[in-house]
Every structure is written in structure tokens, then in C-alpha cells.
């Protein structure tokens, strides 16, 4: 099973699978939308 | 000030106001999953930078396939959230991963499991189903 939960009022998110956690962490939308000017292949 | 510059001043602003309106309304209506993520801590077979967009009915996962494993482009994985089972991906062996996936509260929650093979020539699913 895999859950994929914002916490921290939406600054981190925290995948857990498999009885391990993953945490990331927000990319600003400004620098998100810089980088995928940017970036080529950007998801 | 006369009335054309003012019309003018208003014509400069209008599409200003235009963009902040689309860009609030897009604010409003996201979820707090939607957007750009960046692994930092834990270890895995997630990507290290995923872009995620949650809807209704669907949660998008997108990401950069590992050059390292000479794999290239964005991945796109989409979940229809409706808890009935759906396929996630058949190997040409046969051999295939089914999904279910829903929305519990603010969470994403995904089973998957692997199902049985199929034997060739009898199926008898329904239509949408595996």
C-alpha cells in the first residue's frame, strides 16, 4: 500500500510504501515555473 | 487626469487583472498536493523530482525517467481514484500489476498487487476491467 499525504500546510510531502517514508519537500511555483523555461525534460 | 488617459491606464491594467484572476482561481481550486516536489530524505524508487496534480477523479504523477537505467523523458502516471481496480501495467510475459486507488480524507491511498496470469483465449471480464 502507498499513500502520498501533504502535511505541513502543504510544504512537505510524505510518501509512505511498504513501511517506509519519503519525504519532498514543495518547489516554489516561481522557481518551478523558471526551471521548466529552463530545463529541458522537466516533469 | 483626462478621460483617455485614464481609458488607457485601464486598458494597460486589464490584462494584468486577467492573469491574477486566472492565477488565483487556479490557487484556489488546487489541492494541497498539486505541484513541483523535491526528494529530500528517504530512499527508493521514487524519482527525486515528481510534479504532482490532484483532481477529483485523478491523481497525476509526473517525473524524469532515470537516465542512468538509459531510460529518457517524462513519465506520466495517472490513478483514478474511484477504489474499483484498474490495470497498471502488463508485462509481455503475461504477467500483470493491478491498482486500486482512492482519496481517504486529505491522502492518496494506492494498493497494488500483482494478478494472476491470464490464460490465453478465456477471457471473461467485463468491459474496463482486467
Known amino acids: ?43 | 487626469m483626462t478621460a483617455s488617459n485614464r481609458r488607457r491606464d485601464l486598458s494597460f491594467l486589464l490584462p494584468i487583472l486577467i492573469v491574477l484572476g486566472v492565477a488565483g482561481y487556479r490557487y484556489a481550486r488546487s489541492s494541497p498536493l498539486d505541484g513541483t516536489w523535491l526528494k529530500t530524505d528517504g530512499v527508493g524508487y521514487l524519482a527525486n523530482e515528481m510534479r504532482l496534480q490532484l483532481t477529483r477523479n485523478e491523481f497525476t504523477v509526473r517525473f524524469r525517467r532515470d537516465e542512468t537505467m538509459g531510460l529518457a523523458g517524462v513519465e506520466h502516471i495517472t490513478f483514478l481514484l474511484d477504489g474499483r481496480e484498474h490495470l497498471f501495467e502488463a508485462q509481455p510475459g503475461g504477467a500483470r500489476m493491478i491498482y486500486r486507488a482512492e482519496l481517504d480524507g486529505r491522502k492518496v491511498v494506492v494498493i497494488k498487487h500483482v494478478a494472476p496470469h491470464r490464460r490465453r483465449g478465456t477471457f471473461h471480464g467485463e468491459l474496463g476491467s482486467y
Not at chain 1, 501533504?6 to 510531502?13: S, W
Not at chain 1, 517514508?21 to 529541458?40: A, G, M
Open chain 1, 1 to 43: 500500500m502507498e499513500s502520498w499525504e501533504a502535511i505541513e500546510g502543504g510544504r512537505k510531502l510524505v510518501v509512505s510504501a511498504q513501511g517506509k517514508e519519503t519525504v519532498f519537500r514543495r518547489v516554489p511555483f516561481l522557481s518551478s515555473f523558471v526551471r521548466s523555461l529552463f530545463v529541458n525534460n522537466n516533469p
